[in-house]
């Protein structure tokens, strides 16, 4: 994933948050797009994304709609990753740098 990458998944992630605000706390809709939202943040985040299923748990569809599920998985992975406070390395140079060091 690029930096660029990154960020738009982030905008996407903050967006789907805002509907899930708005939108989801209709109860049975709510409940519908936690299920298709977790889907769609799995796709996009890998298995930090499963974490939107603890949307699920809120049948009244009241409570998490306060939680911003999808941008704390998006800025988390992007803080593992290292595209918030550091400088991502790519991986060939992550590969470069390994090889010069078992030289050294």
Same mark, same amino acid.
């Given at each position: 994933? %690029?930096?660029?990458?990154?960020?738009?998944?982030?905008?996407?992630?903050?967006?789907?948050?805002?509907?899930?605000?708005?939108?989801?706390?209709?109860?049975?809709?709510? %409940?519908? %797009?936690?299920?298709?939202?977790?889907?769609?943040?799995?796709?996009?985040?890998?298995?930090?994304?499963?974490v939107n299923l603890l949307e699920l748990?809120?049948? %009244?569809?009241?409570?998490?709609?306060?939680?911003?599920?999808?941008?704390?998985?998006?800025?988390?992975?992007?803080?593992?990753?290292?595209?918030?406070?550091?400088?991502?390395?790519?991986?060939?140079r992550r590969i470069a740098q390994s090889g010069r060091e078992g030289t050294?």
């Amino acid at each position: 994933m %690029t930096r660029r990458g990154y960020f738009l998944r982030l905008a996407f992630s903050i967006v789907y948050d805002l509907f899930d605000f708005t939108l989801g706390r209709i109860p049975l809709f709510g %409940t519908v %797009t936690d299920g298709v939202g977790t889907v769609a943040l799995m796709a996009l985040w890998g298995p930090a994304g499963a974490v939107n299923l603890l949307e699920l748990l809120d049948f %009244t569809e009241q409570i998490d709609g306060f939680i911003p599920t999808a941008t704390l998985v998006a800025l988390f992975v992007g803080w593992r990753e290292g595209f918030l406070f550091g400088k991502p390395q790519s991986d060939s140079r992550r590969i470069a740098q390994s090889g010069r060091e078992g030289t050294a």
